[in-house]
Each structure stands twice: as structure tokens, then as C-alpha cells.
């Protein structure tokens, strides 16, 4: 991978100016899957694939956060096998992660609300946490957004905070953006400054409503399953071309 960076792939990126924190909304499994006549679970499962490589990239690249978008609070609508398909898919993956992540020094956390999650995929989550917190806080991060709606982790934040007013531990009136941002599942990371959205949709879907407020987007019709280390630059370079002023004048 050294040599892989080095050359033709890393070309168009300048390391000393990379995004800390990537979100990706990783869409078009679906479509990836009907375009070859498969089930739309195989689009899934070359998905996850494509979720290791990204990861394992960025870490290389030298990004410090990877949140990804897993499953929303609306992706229940689907129908049970492919809900099903998905739970599936995020057993083994934890399952594998738990084995490598002390030795590939990745820290793994999970954004959303687990109240619905069967009992062993919540297991293995608060496994992975208990690694993630013996792990040094400078190690390579992924995030993985499951029964995650942004909309509902500030409606679970605010919820958070009313009950330590109630509770005499915190005043409505010393609330600012940085206090709140510490009852959000992202407490403690840096906002994201590049969002990625892969297979031609032009919208958030719910995703990290109050982190992106001045995040940089990239969208391109490539679906999730092709993308690759090639796609990442891309985005990194676009990224790294815009003039960020924050409301600002330069
Ligand atoms: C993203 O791919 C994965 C999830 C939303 C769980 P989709 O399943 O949404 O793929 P398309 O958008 O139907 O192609
Ligand atoms: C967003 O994709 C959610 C995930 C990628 C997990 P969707 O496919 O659910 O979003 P819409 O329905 O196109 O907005
Ligand atoms: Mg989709």
C-alpha cells in the first residue's frame, strides 16, 4: 500500500491538506446488484467489501475519521429479507473487525440508535466499543451509522440534555453548539469536511443533519460497490480545490 500511495494513485492529493473526518453515504447497492440480475442482498454484500477497502484506504491515507452510512431510520421500510440481509452482513463484519482490530489498530464506534438492534448485534457493538476505548485516541477511526437518522440524534440529544436540566446538572440557559454537540453520538469528533455520495443522488437522506452544516460535498454517479481508492482521491482532490470561507470574506 506504501508503494500504491507513493505512485499513480495518490497523484492528484496533497497529504499535508487532508480532510481529518470523511463521511460517506454509501448508496447504490441496490441498483449495482439489479444491473447485474442479482438480488438486491448481493449489492449489499459486495458493498461491505467495498466499506473494508475504503477503510482500510483511508487509514493509509492518513485520515484520521471514516463515518460511514450504513443503514437510516427509514431503511426499515424495505422488506424483511433484505432488512434481514443487511443485519446479516453487519454480524460477520463485526465478527471479523473484533478478531483484527487491536492488531490493525482500528477503532470502531457506532452512531444511531441501538434500542431495536437484536441483542448480539448490540453485544458485538458495545465489544467493539470496549476495544475502541483501550485503543490510543490518535489510532485511525471508522463510524458506522446504523438505525442512524440525523434528525433523530438531536431529537436523542435534546432529549439527554432535558433530563440533566431535570435533573439539576445542567442550566437551558448555558446550552451552546459545543455543549450540544456533546450529547450528539459524535461527541468528541471533529465535524466532517468532506461528505461523499456515491450512485447519482443529490440529497442528505438524514444523514449528520447538525455535523454538515458546513461540510463540502462530493456526489458522482459511480454506485458504492465500484467504488475504489481511485474514487476517494477524487474526491479528496475536489475537496481540496474549494475555497472554504465559512461566511466569511477573503
Ligand atoms: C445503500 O444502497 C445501502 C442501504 C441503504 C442500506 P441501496 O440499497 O439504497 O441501493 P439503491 O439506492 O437501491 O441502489
Ligand atoms: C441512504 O440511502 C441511507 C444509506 C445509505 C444507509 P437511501 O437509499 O436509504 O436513501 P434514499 O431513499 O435514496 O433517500
Ligand atoms: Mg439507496
Known sequence: MANELSGKLAGQVDKSRLPRHIAIIMDGNG??????????TAGHKAGAETFRKIATYCKNLGVQYLTVYAFST??????????GAIMALLKKYLLEAIDSMEKDSIRL???????????????????TDGITKHLDRRDFQANICLNYGGRDEILRAARRFAADCAAGIRKPEDLDEAGFSGYLDSAGIPDPELIIRPSGELRLSNFLLWQSAYSEFYCTDTLWPDFDEGEINRAVAAYQKRDRR???VK
Open 31 to 40: 441498483r449495482w446488484a439489479t444491473k447485474r440480475g442479482l438480488p438486491r
Open 74 to 83: 427509514e431503511n426499515w421500510k424495505r422488506s424483511e429479507t433484505e432488512v
Open 109 to 127: 464506534k457506532f452512531f444511531g440508535d441501538m434500542t431495536p438492534i437484536t441483542p448480539e448485534l448490540r453485544a458485538l457493538a458495545r465489544e
Open 246 to 248: 465559512f461566511g466569511g
